[in-house]
């Protein structure tokens, strides 16, 4: 007989912040660039009949020696039932006998491992003075983008963009209870105008974000895109653009950059670098105060699984979760 833990989202959020994530996806990153993780392909399709995305991204953390899956996605339908669009499962397997050691909601690791990601690139690619911050996208990855760039950014106004406008209300009430400076506006240019940082958290398939609309100086992290066809920059932007990617075959091919590249916009040698090399010193980030910088986020299993580790072992060493015996 074997025994399989079971964690919650209500007791994953008591074992992990977000500064600790931050800490946790930046070394995971540094870690990729050194060649310590293997990275399985994606599955992820549509099903058509139930407005869905289904994906599975699943690797092997060879540091800490963790084998593991998340399997989710998005689904339209969940949104019309007042629940979040996304929904994932995380699991983790014993390397030396496929056993599997835990199942937990994959949900609350996504929303803070994807933040993370975010800040890491602020962190490395935007300019050191920047404070100025338009997000475009209030749903949960767009407060937990903002939660995450609080982290490593002295914010000074942040302005927000959602096609619900009720969205963005609810989006600036609640972040200005955390003691920022949000105003809602009615387009989502006002919310680019005189950003330092952009930030794009959209489930959108057409550009929303215009090229001229950026300045020198800006960085942007497009976050939205993971699935073939989803875009919010107008792809001309990569042109001036210093484009930096989490993982660069997934970002050619379902991230931002499959837009510019499948147009002949861009190729794949005019990615600059991937962000682990730019964390692990391989390659300088930001070098000048006038270049615009791009952050195209898929999100990659090394993300996932070195958060669920340390969520794991947080709770054997605290005793907590539901034990299943099998």
Known sequence: MSEVL??????????????????????AFAE??????????????????TEGVFGIKSGYIQSTATLGLKAGGYWNRRIARGLPGHQSTILLFDPDSG?????????YITEVRTA????VAVKHLARKDADEVGVIGTGIQGR??????????????????????????????????????VTPVD???????????????????????????????????????????????????FKRAKIVVDNLKQCLSIGECQHA???????????????????????????????????DSTGVTFQDLSTAEYVFRRAVEKGVGSVIKT
């Not at 406008?165 to 200005?176: C, G």
């Open 6 to 27: 079971f964690l919650s989202r209500v007791v994953i959020e008591k074992l992990i912040d977000y500064g600790e994530a931050i800490n946790i996806v930046e070394r």
């Open 32 to 49: 990729d660039a050194e060649g310590k993780h293997f990275i399985y392909p994606v599955i992820r399709e549509e099903i058509h009949e």
């Open 99 to 107: 056993s599997p050691l835990c199942v937990m909601d994959g949900n």
């Open 116 to 119: 993370a990601a975010g800040a």
């Open 144 to 181: 937990a983008q903002l939660i995450g760039l609080s982290k490593v950014v002295s914010i000074r106004r942040v302005r927000c963009f959602d096609i619900r406008k009720d969205s963005r209300l609810r989006y600036a009430d609640d972040m200005k209870r955390m003691g920022l400076d």
């Open 187 to 237: 387009e989502a240019k006002s919310a680019v105008d005189d950003a330092d940082v952009v930030i794009t958290a959209t489930p959108s398939t057409e550009a929303i974000v215009m090229d001229d609309w950026i300045k020198p100086g800006v960085h942007i992290n497009a976050m939205g895109a993971d699935t073939r066809g989803k875009q919010e920059l107008e792809e001309t932007i």
């Open 261 to 295: 590249f499948s147009m002949g916009i861009i190729k794949e040698e005019d990615v600059y670098a991937t962000l682990g090399e730019i964390v692990s010193g391989r390659k300088p980030g930001r070098t000048n105060e006038l270049e615009i910088t791009l952050f």
